[in-house]
């Protein structure tokens, strides 16, 4: 049982390249979201998925785009990578409304 | 906005020592409340969560609620070296659908 798998784990971009970061989960949640991290900041929300078919903005969406692939499956694209991009990034999961959140390894990701 | 404040820290006590975490939160509505802990490079794992006002124990950890001053915190009784780590408050809202809001963490140092 693996809970939320994200990756890649480490990834350099330059300025203006495109990347995915890919999230599966096996614990047949509804809900999935994407958090950055950056010092000082602390976890800010970026995308969320409350359901299959669904996707929402959270606080910092801009720059960002998601794909709910299936109930496993979500994804985050950057499209045109900046270095205010640089950051962690934490793929999480939750079955309800008002649970727990189980988050993934984190994705370091250093945009030049 | 919904804002979730907490001191940056770091809070330093001695082994066998309590420690004690605050958080407060602006959205009167919010109905669950969580703490994470975080250690440096990782991602972060589920410490507790509590809904209701008043205490609520698991082993070694406290959680407390009280909804009309709008606060909660987080107790750690006989701090060991290993609890030295980020913990973070994470609160849920009340809409229909709500997501976790996270305060940037209070870095908590136990020395032996």
């Known amino acids: 049982n693996a809970g939320v798998t994200q990756t890649p784990k480490f990834q350099v971009l330059k300025t203006g390249q495109s990347m995915t970061l890919q999230c599966a989960q096996d614990m047949n949640h509804n809900s999935m979201y994407w958090y950055r991290q950056d010092p000082g900041m602390g976890l800010r929300l970026i995308y969320y998925?409350?359901?299959?078919?669904?996707?929402d903005k959270g606080e910092v969406p801009n720059g960002y785009n998601v794909s709910r692939l299936n109930k496993r499956e979500f994804s985050l694209r950057l499209e045109s990578a900046a270095p205010s991009q640089t950051s962690v990034y934490f793929c999480a999961s939750r079955v309800g409304l008002n649970g727990e959140l189980f988050f993934g390894e984190g994705s370091r990701l250093t945009v030049l | 906005q919904k804002e979730v404040e907490q001191n940056s820290g770091p809070l330093s006590v001695p082994e066998g020592a309590i420690a004690s975490l605050n958080c407060t939160y602006s959205d009167r509505g919010s109905q669950s409340f969580f703490w994470y802990r975080q250690y440096s490079g990782k991602s972060p794992e589920l410490i507790m969560f509590?809904?209701?006002?008043g205490d609520k124990e698991d082993g070694r950890f406290t959680a407390q609620l009280n909804k009309a001053s709008q606060y909660v915190s987080l107790l750690i009784r006989d701090s060991q070296p290993s609890d030295s780590a980020t913990y973070l408050c994470a609160v849920n809202g009340n809409s229909g659908y709500s997501t976790l809001t996270f305060g940037k963490g209070t870095m908590l140092l136990v020395s032996p």
């Open positions: 509590i809904y209701s006002n």
């Open positions: 998925s409350a359901s299959e078919g669904t996707t």
